[in-house]
C-alpha cells in the first residue's frame, strides 16, 4: 500500500505504508491508539451515589466520528470522588502530521434525584513532522556537475 504526498508542489513522493518482513511480519504506517480518559465523580456531589445515565462523543480518528459508550456505564452508582477510566479505540495514519481532537459529553443523576452533566474537548497531534529545512536540503537536485569516473 502506497501513500502519495506533495512538497510544496513541486516534488511528489511516493512513499511506502503498508510492507511485510520476515522478523516483524507486517509493518505499516498506521497505528493503533487507546486514547484513555478518566471521569472523576465530584466529592461535593448533592447526595451519597451518582449514575451515569449518557456517556456519549466523537473522535476525529474514528469512522464514523461518533461514539455512544452509554452501555459500559449505565446502572452503577459511583460514590462521590469515585474514578472510571474509559478507553476509545482507533487508528491513526502516521504518514502525514494531523490535529486529531475528541469530544466526550457525560450525563448522570445523584440519588437526590439532581441531573448534571459534563463536556470536555481534547486535541494531541501525531504523525510525520512537516518538512524542515533539513528536509528540504537533502530534497533539492545537485547543483554541481557530474562527477567523472577515475577510469
Known amino acids: 500500500m502506497f501513500s502519495e504526498s506533495s512538497i510544496e508542489g513541486h516534488i511528489r513522493i511516493i512513499s511506502a505504508v503498508l510492507w511485510v518482513n ?4 507486517n509493518v505499516s504506517c498506521f497505528a493503533s491508539i487507546e486514547y484513555d480518559f478518566m471521569i472523576v465523580i465530584p466529592v461535593d456531589i448533592e447526595g451519597e451515589s451518582f ?3 449518557s456517556l456519549t462523543g466523537a473522535a476525529s480518528w474514528l469512522d464514523p466520528p461518533t461514539f455512544n459508550l452509554t452501555d459500559n456505564v449505565t446502572g452503577i452508582e459511583y460514590e462521590p470522588g469515585a474514578a472510571l477510566d474509559i478507553t476509545i479505540p482507533g487508528t491513526i495514519d502516521l504518514t502525514e ?3 486529531y481532537t475528541v469530544l466526550i ?3 448522570g443523576v445523584t440519588d437526590t434525584g439532581v441531573r448534571c452533566f459534563g463536556i470536555t474537548v481534547d486535541t494531541f497531534v501525531a504523525g510525520t513532522p512537516p ?5 528540504r536540503r537533502m530534497l533539492r537536485a545537485p547543483v554541481s556537475a557530474p562527477i567523472k569516473s577515475p577510469m
Open 51 to 53: 449514575t451515569i445515565t
Open 105 to 107: 459529553r457525560v450525563e
Open 131 to 135: 518538512p524542515g529545512p533539513a528536509t
Open 97 to 99: 502530521r494531523q490535529e
Open 22 to 25: 520476515e522478523e516483524q511480519g
